[in-house]
């Protein structure tokens, strides 16, 4: 299964002009395991956010079709409960006093009672899954951010990605040329 997600400009250019930045950096460190749209997964070898923090620092700035290249750490089918679990077991690795924020891009399902699967509303994931944080929530300003993205991995297979990330993880990488930086590592 993936272990990072790198996000770029829509259009078969910018993929092989991304798919080849990637190469170049990583070598064989990494490998595309399948692509739509503009979202690349890639497996990679050792820890993703080293990873991740590394392309951030070799592309931030421009010259890149690479928006975001954002560390998976836990990579379940998208039902809420499965989510749960894995949050509950990342979210211990938040110091008592750190603040964080839940994001979720796609929709989670859930099972009713007769075993119809059931497209939950994001905000009603959300809520659901803070209640397994036993942290301060701060929705602009987070120490750390849970990030959850829906992506098929095959034709019509969705999966959910799931991160416990520091907010300058997810950052555009256009934007690391007006911060002038790109953030220290992970678990700083």
């Given at each position: 299964m993936f272990n990072l997600i790198v996000i770029h400009e829509p259009g078969p250019d910018n993929w092989?002009?991304?798919?080849?930045?990637?190469?170049?950096?990583?070598?064989?460190?990494?490998?595309?395991l399948t692509s739509y749209q503009s979202v690349m997964l890639y497996?990679?070898?050792?820890?993703?956010?080293?990873?991740?923090?590394?392309?951030?620092?070799?592309?931030?700035?421009?010259?890149?079709?690479?928006?975001?290249?954002?560390?998976v750490d836990y990579v379940v089918d998208p039902y809420l409960d499965e989510v749960i679990e894995v949050v509950k077991s990342i979210a211990t690795k938040i110091p008592q006093n750190e603040s964080f924020r839940i994001t979720l891009q796609g929709h989670l399902m859930s099972v009713d009672s007769e075993g119809r699967k059931i497209i939950m509303h994001s905000i009603d994931?959300?809520?659901?899954i803070a209640k397994y944080i036993d942290r301060p929530v701060n929705l602009e300003n987070?120490?750390?951010?849970?990030?959850?993205?829906?992506?098929k991995v095959m034709r019509g297979k969705r999966v959910a990605a799931v991160s416990l990330l520091k907010p300058h993880e997810l950052i555009n990488l256009r934007d690391l040329t007006q911060a002038g930086e790109v953030g220290g590592e992970a678990g700083e």
């Open positions: 092989r002009w991304a798919r080849n930045q990637l190469r170049q950096i990583l070598g064989t460190e990494g490998k595309i497996l990679v070898e050792g820890d993703p956010h080293r990873v991740a923090s590394k392309l951030r620092e070799s592309l931030g700035g421009g010259g890149t079709p690479i928006i975001r290249v954002i560390p994931s959300i809520r659901e987070p120490d750390w951010v849970v990030f959850i993205k829906i992506v």
